[in-house]
């Protein structure tokens, strides 16, 4: 369940974080390791799985079967994207 301190939308959050002016440049414009590192301090319980899967299949392009993680799975893409393998 979402957390009711979490005012805004989680993409919307990225995108101000990340200093975008338009939520489109989160995808096309910005590198991976930057995503990692702003997805990486948000909470997986500041937002609801629905949301982390919206934005798993927005920056990543991919869908995961339920009931698997979104937000570590977006998290893992990223780090393959930006060449940072966790061990």
Known sequence: MRNTTASEP????????????????LRLRTEPARLLE??????????????WMDALEYLAGDAPPLPEEPRLR?????????GIYQK
Do not use: H, K, N, Q
């Not at 989680?10 to 440049?25: F, M, N, Y």
């Not at 702003?38 to 949301?51: K, Q, T, V």
């Not at 977006?74 to 930006?82: D, I, N, S």
């Open 74 to 82: 977006l998290l893992l893409r990223l780090e393959r994207a930006a």
């Open 38 to 51: 702003i997805l990486r301090r948000i909470p997986a319980g500041d937002y609801s799985y629905r949301e």
């Open 10 to 25: 989680l993409l919307e959050r990225v995108r101000r974080e990340i200093g975008c002016p338009w939520l489109s440049d």
